[in-house]
T-cell receptor, first 114, second 113 residues
Framework: AQSVTQLDSHVSVSEGTPVLLRCNYSSSYSPSLFWYVQHPNKGLQLLLKYTSAATLVKGINGFEAEFKKSETSFHLTKPSAHMSDAAEYFC????????????FGTGTRLTIIP | NAGVTQTPKFRVLKTGQSMTLLCAQDMNHEYMYWYRQDPGMGLRLIHYSVGEGTTAKGEVPDGYNVSRLKKQNFLLGLESAAPSQTSVYFCATWTSGYQETQYFGPGTRLLVL
C-alpha cells in the first residue's frame, strides 16, 4: 500500500522569496514520485517526476525536488517565487512497477504575496 | 493532436437525474481513468480501464458506472445523481513504461442540486 502526506494545506510567500512545499510518502516498493500543479479552474500539469534515477529532480518553471529515502520525503522547492506560481500543488506516489495507479496527496495551495 | 478531452465542461443536474461524461483521447493509450476532486481531498480514483472492453473499480466507485467500448473513449455514467456527487471530474490516460506519467483532461465541473 502507498500513501502520501502533504504537510501544509496552505503556504504563503512573498514574490522573489524561496518556496518550500513539503511531502512525505509511504510505499511498499521503490516508488515513483511526482509533483503536479493545478492553476485555478484548470487541469493538472506535470511539474516533475522521480523514477529512481538522480535523487535531485529538476522540473519546469524553475522547480526542483529532492528524493530522500531515509526521510521518506520529496519536498518541492523554487529559489524565487513568481506571481504566476500561485496554484494548487499535488504530491503523487505510485508503485515502481508501473504508474498505472497513482495516489494523490490532499494538495497545498500556494499564495504569492506581491 | 488534442490529447485528452472531456465533454461537457460544466453541467447542472437535479437529484435523481442521469448523465454521461465522455473522455476521449488521441494518444492510443491503453489505460484510462476517472477521478473526482473535492476540496481538501486531492484526487480520488473512481474507475479505470486497462484496455478496450475492460473496467475496474477504484477507490470510490459507488454511484458510478463506466464503459470502454472503444479504445479512445471512456464514459462515466451517473444513473441517479445525488448532491454528494457534486465535484470536479478528471479523466486521465497512461501507457505502459515506468518512465511514463498520466495525462489529464481539463475537467468537468458537475453540480447536483
Amino acid at each position: 500500500a502507498q500513501s502520501v502526506t502533504q504537510l501544509d494545506s496552505h503556504v504563503s510567500v512573498s514574490e522573489g522569496t524561496p518556496v518550500l512545499l513539503r511531502c512525505n510518502y509511504s510505499s511498499s516498493y521503490s516508488p515513483s514520485l511526482f509533483w503536479y500543479v493545478q492553476h485555478p479552474n484548470k487541469g493538472l500539469q506535470l511539474l516533475l517526476k522521480y523514477t529512481s534515477a538522480a535523487t535531485l529532480v529538476k522540473g519546469i518553471n524553475g522547480f526542483e525536488a529532492e528524493f530522500k529515502k531515509s526521510e521518506t520525503s520529496f519536498h518541492l522547492t523554487k529559489p524565487s517565487a513568481h506571481m504566476s506560481d500561485a496554484a494548487e500543488y499535488f504530491c503523487v506516489v505510485s508503485a515502481f512497477f508501473g504508474n498505472e495507479k497513482l495516489t494523490f496527496g490532499t494538495g497545498t495551495r500556494l499564495t504569492i504575496i506581491p | 493532436n488534442a490529447g485528452v478531452t472531456q465533454t461537457p465542461k460544466f453541467r447542472v443536474l437535479k437529484t435523481g437525474q442521469s448523465m454521461t461524461l465522455l473522455c476521449a483521447q488521441d494518444m492510443n493509450h491503453e489505460y484510462m481513468y476517472w477521478y473526482r476532486q473535492d476540496p481538501g481531498m486531492g484526487l480520488r480514483l473512481i474507475h479505470y480501464s486497462v484496455g478496450e472492453g475492460t473496467t475496474a473499480k477504484g477507490e470510490v466507485p459507488d454511484g458510478y458506472n463506466v464503459s470502454r467500448l472503444k479504445k479512445q473513449n471512456f464514459l462515466l455514467g451517473l444513473e441517479s445523481a445525488a448532491p454528494s456527487q457534486t465535484s470536479v471530474y478528471f479523466c486521465a490516460t497512461w501507457t505502459s513504461g515506468y518512465q511514463e506519467t498520466q495525462y489529464f483532461g481539463p475537467g468537468t465541473r458537475l453540480l447536483v442540486l
